[in-house]
């Protein structure tokens, strides 16, 4: 783990996505954070430790989703597979529900974890990683924390590295480059996950908070707002944390799931569909989703 002391930082932007605004200035305690995500390596020693078996090990309650036909009720995880031409993004026709799908078989039955074992692990639900989390004696990072440890130090930077995404022509994260999500050119190595270690750590020390895969955090999603503050008075938010439960749930779907930040955006962020390769971006993950591009890492205060 990296020990980083804490301090007061510009949180958000205003040059991206509306989720991301207002940027206002917070400030964070010290704490301690792991300097790569959990690996395959690190949840596989966790689950022959415990026998822990994972959300998408586990055939999903028919009670618990309306209107789900009970013979559909099997275990799986969500799959991304390019498709073959260009589709109108707004479809998400790339997103396969594959039985059997889970952490250690990441593209469906065959498939292995074996040869990746320092690939950052995925399938795993907020209730999975919050797990391990306190098997390993840790916690999840907050939104904030976890953005004070991606910008290393720089503020007001777009990125983790400073203001160009590939600076001379250097890849410095796993992220999606070409047209998504058909035409990946692989300028960086990888179409799915990548070691982690990969690429270089920023300023603080810390590996792969930007690609690779999204992480989870411990906040409820919702809009940030800027705290409201007594007349003349100059204090700074310390150690914000999200919305309420439940909050920002869209309430067109039939069963409506709180949703947890993610952050730091994953190998699926490209440049002309999801510029979330960034320490101000966010995502609302429903709790009970798992999917091949989200992992976590985790963090220990005081």
């Known amino acids: 783990m990296v020990r980083l002391d804490g301090g007061t930082f510009a949180m958000g932007s205003d040059r991206f996505y509306p989720e991301e605004v207002p940027v206002r200035r917070v400030r964070v305690d010290a704490f301690w954070i792991d300097e790569t995500p959990v690996t395959n390596a690190d949840f596989a020693r966790f689950v022959a430790e415990t026998g822990y078996v994972t959300f998408a090990e586990l055939p999903p309650d028919p009670k618990q989703y309306p209107g789900m036909d009970p013979a559909l009720a099997h275990p799986g995880s969500l799959v991304f597979e390019p498709t073959l031409w260009p589709v109108p993004l707004n479809e998400v026709s790339w997103w396969q529900f594959r039985l059997g799908a889970n952490w250690r078989q990441p593209l469906g039955p065959g498939s292995t974890i074996i040869g990746i074992e320092d690939h950052p692990v995925v399938h795993v639900t907020h209730a999975d990683a919050e797990a391990f989390a306190r098997w390993a004696g840790k916690s999840l990072p907050t939104e904030a924390?976890?953005?004070?440890?991606?910008?290393?130090?720089?503020?007001?930077?777009?990125?983790?590295?400073?203001?160009?995404?590939?600076?001379?022509?250097?890849?410095?994260?796993?992220?999606?480059?070409?047209?998504?999500?058909?035409?990946?050119?692989?300028?960086?190595g990888f179409l799915r996950t990548s070691p982690v270690k990969s690429y270089p750590a920023n300023d603080y020390g810390i590996y792969d908070l930007i690609g690779n895969v999204w992480e989870w955090t411990d906040d409820w999603y919702g809009q940030p707002k800027l705290e409201k503050k007594r007349a003349g008075s100059c204090c700074i938010p310390e150690n914000p944390r999200g919305g309420l439960r439940g909050g920002s749930i869209d309430k067109r779907e039939p069963v409506r799931i709180p949703r947890k930040v993610l952050k730091g955006g994953s190998h699926l962020c490209a440049e002309d569909y999801c510029r979330r390769y960034r320490p101000a971006a966010r995502y609302p993950q429903p709790i009970d989703t798992s999917t091949c591009h989200v992992g976590f890492r985790c963090v220990v205060r005081g």
């Open 145 to 188: 924390e976890h953005e004070f440890a991606s910008r290393g130090g720089l503020e007001d930077a777009d990125y983790a590295w400073g203001d160009e995404l590939a600076p001379d022509g250097a890849m410095l994260a796993n992220y999606w480059q070409g047209a998504f999500p058909h035409g990946n050119t692989l300028e960086d």
